[in-house]
Protein backbone atom coordinates (compact mmCIF):
# COMPACT_ATOMS: atom_id res chain seq x y z
CA UNK A 1 0.00 0.00 0.00
CA UNK A 2 1.59 3.63 -0.86
CA UNK A 3 1.76 5.93 1.75
CA UNK A 4 -0.06 8.66 -0.06
CA UNK A 5 -3.06 7.57 -2.39
CA UNK A 6 -4.69 9.61 -4.51
CA UNK A 7 -8.24 8.62 -6.88
CA UNK A 8 -5.85 9.13 -10.13
CA UNK A 9 -9.14 9.85 -11.99
CA UNK A 10 -9.59 11.55 -14.62
CA UNK A 11 -12.72 13.99 -13.27
CA UNK A 12 -13.93 15.20 -15.97
CA UNK A 13 -16.65 18.01 -15.13
CA UNK A 14 -18.34 21.02 -16.89
CA UNK A 15 -16.97 24.58 -16.40
CA UNK A 16 -18.91 25.92 -13.14
CA UNK A 17 -19.05 22.46 -11.55
CA UNK A 18 -17.80 22.04 -7.98
CA UNK A 19 -15.19 19.24 -7.80
CA UNK A 20 -13.35 17.68 -5.05
CA UNK A 21 -10.68 14.96 -4.42
CA UNK A 22 -9.49 13.42 -1.42
CA UNK A 23 -6.08 12.14 -0.61
CA UNK A 24 -5.51 9.64 2.28
CA UNK A 25 -2.29 9.07 3.95
CA UNK A 26 -1.28 6.20 5.98
CA UNK A 27 1.62 7.28 8.54
CA UNK A 28 0.08 8.67 11.44
CA UNK A 29 3.48 10.75 12.16
CA UNK A 30 2.71 13.04 9.33
CA UNK A 31 2.89 16.65 9.85
CA UNK A 32 2.59 18.78 6.67
CA UNK A 33 0.51 18.75 4.10
CA UNK A 34 0.05 20.29 0.87
CA UNK A 35 -1.77 20.29 -2.38
CA UNK A 36 0.59 21.09 -5.72
CA UNK A 37 -0.90 21.97 -9.14
CA UNK A 38 1.12 20.45 -11.89
CA UNK A 39 0.28 21.65 -16.12
CA UNK A 40 0.79 18.98 -18.53
CA UNK A 41 4.99 18.95 -18.94
CA UNK A 42 5.18 21.29 -16.12
CA UNK A 43 6.63 21.37 -13.14
CA UNK A 44 4.76 21.34 -9.64
CA UNK A 45 3.31 24.55 -8.36
CA UNK A 46 2.22 24.99 -4.91
CA UNK A 47 -1.45 25.49 -4.57
CA UNK A 48 -2.02 25.28 -0.73
CA UNK A 49 -1.45 24.81 2.19
CA UNK A 50 -3.61 22.37 4.86
CA UNK A 51 -4.00 23.47 7.77
CA UNK A 52 -5.76 21.73 10.63
CA UNK A 53 -8.10 24.54 10.89
CA UNK A 54 -9.06 23.98 7.04
CA UNK A 55 -8.25 26.70 4.85
CA UNK A 56 -9.88 28.96 1.75
CA UNK A 57 -7.92 30.61 -0.87
CA UNK A 58 -10.56 32.00 -3.63
CA UNK A 59 -12.63 29.22 -4.87
CA UNK A 60 -10.46 26.42 -3.84
CA UNK A 61 -10.88 25.32 0.17
CA UNK A 62 -8.56 22.20 1.84
CA UNK A 63 -9.43 20.33 4.40
CA UNK A 64 -7.48 17.91 6.99
CA UNK A 65 -8.94 15.14 9.04
CA UNK A 66 -6.53 13.67 11.16
CA UNK A 67 -8.61 11.32 12.88
CA UNK A 68 -9.71 9.67 9.47
CA UNK A 69 -6.22 10.78 7.80
CA UNK A 70 -7.25 12.17 4.88
CA UNK A 71 -6.78 15.58 3.02
CA UNK A 72 -9.50 17.30 0.98
CA UNK A 73 -9.25 19.48 -1.83
CA UNK A 74 -12.99 21.44 -3.04
CA UNK A 75 -12.97 23.29 -6.43
CA UNK A 76 -16.19 25.65 -6.50
CA UNK A 77 -17.20 27.52 -9.76
CA UNK A 78 -14.70 25.48 -11.88
CA UNK A 79 -12.75 27.08 -14.48
CA UNK A 80 -11.37 25.37 -18.23
CA UNK A 81 -7.76 26.77 -16.52
CA UNK A 82 -8.24 24.63 -13.58
CA UNK A 83 -7.80 21.85 -15.97
CA UNK A 84 -4.00 19.90 -14.32
CA UNK A 85 -3.01 17.72 -12.34
CA UNK A 86 -3.56 17.61 -8.57
CA UNK A 87 -0.79 16.34 -6.19
CA UNK A 88 -1.29 15.87 -2.55
CA UNK A 89 1.74 16.35 -0.57
CA UNK A 90 2.37 15.04 3.11
CA UNK A 91 5.33 15.73 5.20
CA UNK A 92 7.31 14.35 8.62
CA UNK A 93 9.28 16.55 10.29
CA UNK A 94 12.51 15.53 8.40
CA UNK A 95 12.91 16.37 4.81
CA UNK A 96 13.60 13.17 4.07
CA UNK A 97 9.90 12.39 4.56
CA UNK A 98 8.10 14.17 1.86
CA UNK A 99 6.48 11.85 -0.22
CA UNK A 100 4.31 13.12 -3.16
CA UNK A 101 0.76 11.30 -4.10
CA UNK A 102 0.87 10.43 -7.49
CA UNK A 103 -1.61 12.91 -8.73
CA UNK A 104 -5.53 13.21 -9.35
CA UNK A 105 -6.09 14.49 -12.98
CA UNK A 106 -9.05 17.57 -13.77
CA UNK A 107 -10.25 17.99 -16.86
CA UNK A 108 -12.95 20.82 -17.27
CA UNK A 109 -14.99 20.99 -20.51
CA UNK A 110 -16.26 23.95 -21.53
CA UNK B 1 14.53 36.73 -11.17
CA UNK B 2 14.85 32.99 -12.85
CA UNK B 3 13.73 31.08 -9.76
CA UNK B 4 15.10 27.32 -10.36
CA UNK B 5 16.82 26.45 -13.55
CA UNK B 6 18.10 23.23 -14.64
CA UNK B 7 20.19 21.83 -17.30
CA UNK B 8 19.61 19.59 -20.26
CA UNK B 9 15.82 20.14 -20.89
CA UNK B 10 16.02 16.58 -22.68
CA UNK B 11 19.09 14.32 -22.78
CA UNK B 12 19.65 10.89 -24.14
CA UNK B 13 22.17 8.43 -22.68
CA UNK B 14 23.27 4.99 -23.39
CA UNK B 15 23.14 2.54 -20.79
CA UNK B 16 26.42 2.68 -19.06
CA UNK B 17 27.14 6.30 -20.31
CA UNK B 18 27.13 8.75 -17.57
CA UNK B 19 26.13 12.45 -16.89
CA UNK B 20 25.40 15.48 -14.63
CA UNK B 21 22.44 17.09 -14.04
CA UNK B 22 22.57 20.81 -12.84
CA UNK B 23 20.62 22.84 -11.08
CA UNK B 24 20.56 26.23 -9.68
CA UNK B 25 18.65 28.72 -7.55
CA UNK B 26 19.12 32.20 -7.24
CA UNK B 27 16.46 32.73 -4.04
CA UNK B 28 18.89 32.44 -1.56
CA UNK B 29 17.22 29.25 -0.04
CA UNK B 30 18.76 26.86 1.94
CA UNK B 31 17.60 23.96 0.82
CA UNK B 32 17.57 22.16 -2.29
CA UNK B 33 15.89 18.50 -3.80
CA UNK B 34 16.34 16.13 -6.44
CA UNK B 35 13.15 14.04 -7.69
CA UNK B 36 12.29 12.08 -10.67
CA UNK B 37 8.85 11.21 -11.68
CA UNK B 38 7.34 8.22 -13.52
CA UNK B 39 4.27 7.24 -14.91
CA UNK B 40 1.78 6.51 -12.12
CA UNK B 41 4.25 6.69 -9.34
CA UNK B 42 4.02 10.50 -8.46
CA UNK B 43 7.93 12.55 -7.26
CA UNK B 44 9.85 10.27 -5.55
CA UNK B 45 12.95 12.08 -3.48
CA UNK B 46 16.39 11.12 -4.86
CA UNK B 47 18.35 13.16 -2.70
CA UNK B 48 18.22 16.27 -0.85
CA UNK B 49 20.81 19.16 1.21
CA UNK B 50 19.34 21.02 3.73
CA UNK B 51 22.02 23.81 3.73
CA UNK B 52 25.12 24.03 1.96
CA UNK B 53 27.88 21.56 2.74
CA UNK B 54 25.04 18.90 3.82
CA UNK B 55 23.35 16.00 1.81
CA UNK B 56 21.28 13.31 2.48
CA UNK B 57 19.80 10.62 0.60
CA UNK B 58 15.69 10.11 -0.14
CA UNK B 59 13.82 7.55 -1.19
CA UNK B 60 15.48 6.18 -4.28
CA UNK B 61 18.82 7.25 -4.06
CA UNK B 62 20.71 4.33 -5.36
CA UNK B 63 22.36 4.68 -8.87
CA UNK B 64 22.86 8.50 -7.82
CA UNK B 65 25.11 10.68 -6.46
CA UNK B 66 24.74 14.63 -5.84
CA UNK B 67 27.03 17.69 -4.82
CA UNK B 68 25.94 20.32 -3.70
CA UNK B 69 28.57 23.23 -4.48
CA UNK B 70 27.60 26.05 -2.79
CA UNK B 71 24.34 27.80 -2.03
CA UNK B 72 22.90 28.21 -5.11
CA UNK B 73 24.03 24.70 -6.87
CA UNK B 74 23.19 20.95 -6.20
CA UNK B 75 23.70 18.70 -8.81
CA UNK B 76 23.13 15.21 -9.65
CA UNK B 77 25.29 12.84 -11.21
CA UNK B 78 24.38 9.47 -12.86
CA UNK B 79 27.23 7.44 -13.09
CA UNK B 80 26.96 4.41 -14.87
CA UNK B 81 23.34 5.00 -16.42
CA UNK B 82 20.13 2.53 -16.76
CA UNK B 83 17.31 2.18 -18.69
CA UNK B 84 15.18 2.37 -15.11
CA UNK B 85 16.69 5.44 -14.82
CA UNK B 86 14.17 7.36 -17.69
CA UNK B 87 12.50 9.41 -15.95
CA UNK B 88 11.62 13.18 -15.62
CA UNK B 89 14.13 14.40 -12.80
CA UNK B 90 13.17 17.94 -10.96
CA UNK B 91 14.73 20.12 -8.97
CA UNK B 92 13.71 21.93 -6.02
CA UNK B 93 14.39 24.59 -3.74
CA UNK B 94 12.77 25.65 -0.41
CA UNK B 95 13.54 28.63 2.12
CA UNK B 96 13.97 25.54 4.86
CA UNK B 97 12.97 22.20 5.58
CA UNK B 98 10.90 22.92 8.27
CA UNK B 99 7.66 21.72 9.59
CA UNK B 100 4.06 23.42 8.70
CA UNK B 101 5.81 26.58 8.02
CA UNK B 102 5.05 28.43 4.57
CA UNK B 103 9.59 28.60 4.32
CA UNK B 104 8.74 24.80 3.28
CA UNK B 105 6.78 26.23 -0.09
CA UNK B 106 9.11 24.24 -2.77
CA UNK B 107 9.87 25.73 -6.16
CA UNK B 108 10.36 23.97 -9.00
CA UNK B 109 12.46 24.10 -11.81
CA UNK B 110 11.49 23.14 -15.39
CA UNK B 111 12.52 19.51 -15.53
CA UNK B 112 15.30 17.27 -17.32
CA UNK B 113 13.79 14.42 -19.57
CA UNK B 114 16.17 11.96 -19.62
CA UNK B 115 15.89 8.68 -21.83
CA UNK B 116 18.68 6.01 -21.45
CA UNK B 117 18.48 3.23 -24.24
Known amino acids: RKEVEQDPGPFNVPEGATVAFNCTYS??????FFWYRQDCRKEPKLLMS???SGNEDGRFTAQLNRASQYISLLIRDSKLSDSATYLCVVKRSSASKIIFGSGTRLSIRP | NAGVTQTPKFQVLKTGQSMTLQCAQD?????MYWYRQDPGMGLRLIYYSASEGTTDKGEVPNGYNVSRLNKREFSLRLESAAPSQTSVYFCASSESPGGGSPQETQYFGPGTRLLVL
Open chain 1, 50 to 52: VYS
Open chain 2, 27 to 31: MNHNS
Open chain 1, 27 to 32: NSASQS
